[in-house]
């Protein structure tokens, strides 16, 4: 199955400053990334998703790269504020449109 | 308003029993989905349903039960048999099979006394 990993696990950085959080996966098939925020006790909430047929996607101060040759996928967020203090997860969907498997996770944390 | 409900927000449940844990959407979405999060961990696939009256069991299926009866609704029930049911549990929906975009529920915390 797909094998996605996650790093870092833990981030701090000051608030204005970006943050970048990085996933590699194994299928060269795979064809959608989303990434997720989850704030404590709440449900995982979609910020942004790419597909495999573009390079990069933003959304504000949030953007997406992706990087089919090394088979990894980037969170970007650019002048954090301390509301983006979260966890962050991405998640990768197969080739063949099989099950979706989440990487372990990203604790960012936004220090005013 | 649409979007993904689960009940009870917190639940608590005595060892030995069974306790089901309510999902519902009204996206009118094909596909929906439970997961497991422990602290500090990922999600882990329980079971999904890609339509009414389907379902298929994913990477930890042991000790749950499912039903989809309807296309709003897919409960998930745990068993006595679930060793170590602590957790929280996620329901998620996506508005296409194929593990398209899927969007979450709130959560339920599910503590066994």
């Known amino acids: 199955g797909e094998n996605v990993e996650q790093h870092p696990s833990t981030l701090s950085v000051q608030e204005g400053d970006s943050a970048v959080i990085k996933c590699t996966y194994s299928d060269s098939a795979s064809n959608y990334f989303p990434w997720y925020k989850q704030e404590l006790g709440k449900g995982p909430q979609l910020i942004i998703d790419?597909?495999?047929?573009?390079g990069e996607k933003k959304d504000q101060r949030i953007a997406v790269t992706l990087n089919k040759t090394a088979k990894h996928f980037s969170l970007h967020i650019t002048e954090t504020q301390p509301e983006d203090s979260a966890v962050y997860f991405c998640?990768?969907?197969?080739?063949?449109?099989?099950?979706?498997?989440f990487g372990t996770g990203t604790k960012l944390q936004v220090i005013p | 308003d649409g979007g993904i409900t689960q009940s009870p927000k917190y639940l608590f449940r005595k060892e030995g029993q069974n306790v089901t844990l309510s999902c519902e959407q009204n996206l009118n979405h094909d596909a929906m989905y439970w997961y497991r999060q422990d602290p500090g961990q990922g999600l882990r696939l329980i079971y999904y349903?890609?339509?009414?009256?389907?379902?298929q069991k994913g990477d930890i299926a042991e000790g749950y039960s499912v039903s989809r009866e309807k296309k709003e609704s897919f409960p998930l029930t745990v068993t006595s048999a679930q060793k170590n049911p602590t957790a929280f549990y996620l329901c998620?929906?996506?508005?296409?099979?194929?593990?398209?975009?899927?969007?979450f529920g709130p959560g339920t915390r599910l503590t066994v006394l």
């Open positions: 998640a990768v969907r197969p080739g063949g449109y099989q099950k979706v498997t």
């Open positions: 998620a929906s996506s508005s296409r099979q194929g593990w398209d975009t899927q969007y």
């Open positions: 349903s890609q339509i009414v009256n389907d379902f």
């Open positions: 790419i597909r495999s047929n573009v």
